[in-house]
């Protein structure tokens, strides 16, 4: 009887590891091959944009590709999973976060535990952050309601890959990933310092997300 959940918790971890491990493994790789910034960012926005296609792909069926705790909270708030579904799924995408960078520092010989010294702070990162979260959960939430789920991977992809380029925080819009790329000092990672402001304003920015869709898409009742 126990089999069916973990499966979702595990399909989480393994979902969320593997998407914190290709962000970190493209930092080092940029730094590794000398790229100049522009191109080490766009090395990294379309990883991170091809593996997402493929996680949500391959996991939806079986957790449904959440792999991001400000994607739980809605889908909470909205009643679409349990509370008690939504804790081990948090649980399962912090420790799948941390595990990620693990295997990132260790690709590139690094220490396993890292440390970032980059500094992610200022209004302009944060306002990034609510505008990065808002339009991955406000699509996410679209999506689900006019039954294109089949579009969700790539359209996530598309929008992670863009918010890469044109948001000035890079597009962390996950606090599971944020979380993760805490413990790396490669230089996609985050100081400690400013793990607090990003979260909060990614759930800010999911919170948006989600009274901006009940305005379009309200209840039948109430379009009547």
Known sequence: MLIIPIRKYLAEFLGVAILVATVIGAG?????????PALSLFMAALAVGAVLFVLITTLIGISGAQLNPVVTMVLVIQKAISTKDAFWYLVSQL??????????????????????SLVRAGSGQLIGELVASFGLVFAILVLIRIDRIALIAPVVGAWVMAGHLFTSSTSFANPA????????????????????????????????????????????KEQK
């Open 28 to 36: 080092f790789m940029g730094a590794e091959l000398g790229s100049e």
């Open 95 to 116: 420790l799948g976060g941390f595990i990620g960078a693990v295997i990132a520092n260790s690709m590139f010989e690094q220490a396993l535990i890292g440390k970032s």
């Open 177 to 220: 990933v944020t979380f993760g790329r805490g413990f790396t000092d490669a230089i996609s990672g985050i100081h400690w310092d400013s793990v607090p402001g990003f979260v909060a304003f990614q759930i800010l920015g999911a919170l948006l997300a989600l009274a901006v869709f009940l305005f379009f898409y309200p209840t039948i």
